[in-house]
């Protein structure tokens, strides 16, 4: 999918912007080439839903800040367990 235009702002890492992309694409239901053209629900999100996005963030480091304080590995597909 690419990105033509863009009306929002990552506020997150480099890193975590690659893995957001990656995982959108795992799930992307964007129409097919050949049909209508349709942008699925997380598509959308990566370009047009600001607050959504920083939550994404937000949440994101909470979560590892979380698993980290209990000692709990990070194994979020493409990351190193810690
Ligand atoms: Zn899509």
Known sequence: MA???RSVTWKG???EEQELRAAVE????CGPPDGP????TAHEILIADQ????RLV????IADRLRRE??????RRGRRAS
């Not at 795992?26 to 239901?29: F, G, L, N, V």
């Open 51 to 54: 607050a959504t996005l920083d």
């Open 58 to 61: 937000f949440a994101r480091r």
């Open 26 to 29: 795992r799930h992307c239901a």
């Open 37 to 40: 053209a349709m942008l699925c």
């Open 70 to 75: 209990e000692g709990l590995p990070i194994d």
């Open 3 to 5: 990105y033509s235009s």
């Open 13 to 15: 890492t480099e890193r």
